[in-house]
């Protein structure tokens, strides 16, 4: 789960950098990618992978969609940042009601992709969680390729740092916003892809990714693309610890505790700095 949860966080991180927007639809969106592997692997018994791809271009489009129809006019007319909260908590309500209009409350779930389990010296791993987890790994290793060693992620990187002195040096930064909204969406699409296939997923299902998303770019730092992935690790073991040894409605209690306590004390997070 933690590799999973890393790629949750990337998505929003990568928006959030370029664009200095939370994005609260971020989980409505993994949402999405989870029914479309739902329908498309569940039902049509397509392959997995078709629903992969179906999932990260379709949730894609939907985030480039988001960013060029609403976000811009708003950063272009908006006089407070507080509008860009307000629209980005607009969009999480209107997915989310969609869905429930479209799929209903029904949890929904997929066959196994791989079947068996591998025996890892006194622990039996599922094989299927191994293939969510080197999946997850090879998303995080392209997109940390993509961002340090393209012409394209470089330009985010370069958004991220100054929008005002890049669109100087000609840099179209509208096209390089959509593209990371777009690409930022598409990995929560492919998140709820892929963990799908271990806890299912309903219409309800994104109010809870996108406060968990928020943890961990709490933890990690704000903004800071390797602080995402500590962050996504950390809940991740946080979350088997807790439910190992706890009742499950109380994992959670503690943890928001846990997470109060450390904010007290490193409010910027682990990676990130202290003024921002």
Request: charged share 10%; glycine share 14%; net charge positive.
């Amino acid at each position: 789960m933690s590799a999973s949860y890393a790629v949750i966080a990337l998505g929003i991180t990568l928006i959030f950098s370029i664009m200095n927007v939370l994005n609260f639809a971020h989980g409505q969106m993994f949402m999405i990618g989870g029914f479309a592997v739902y329908y498309v692997y569940g039902q049509y018994h397509l392959p997995f992978v078709i629903g992969l791809i179906v999932a990260a271009v379709g949730v894609g489009i939907i985030g480039v969609l988001f960013e060029m129809l609403f976000f811009r006019r708003v950063r272009r007319t908006a006089k407070r940042e507080e509008n860009n909260i307000l629209l980005a908590v607009g969009t999480a309500l209107l997915l989310e009601n969609i869905a429930l209009f479209a799929f209903g409350e029904k949890e929904r779930g997929v066959p196994d992709v791989v079947d068996g389990v591998l025996r890892m010296g006194d622990a039996f791993v599922p094989e299927g969680r191994l293939l969510v987890l080197g999946v997850s790994i090879a998303l995080i290793g392209a997109l940390l390729f993509f961002v340090q060693h393209t012409r394209t992620g470089r330009a985010m990187r370069a958004v991220a740092q100054n929008r005002e002195v890049t669109l100087l040096m000609g840099v179209d930064v509208e096209r390089i916003s959509a593209i990371g909204f777009g690409i930022g969406a598409g990995l929560a699409g492919l998140a709820g892809a892929l963990l799908v296939t271990l806890s299912g997923v309903n219409a309800g299902v994104g109010t809870s990714i996108t406060t968990k998303a928020f943890i961990m770019i709490m933890i990690g730092g704000a903004g800071v693309v390797a602080g995402s992935i500590l962050g996504g690790v950390v809940l991740g073991f946080a979350e088997a610890i807790g439910y190992a040894l706890l009742p499950g409605s109380v994992t959670y209690l503690f943890i928001f505790l846990a997470l109060i306590i450390f904010l007290i004390a490193r409010p910027q997070g682990i990676m990130g700095k202290p003024w921002g």
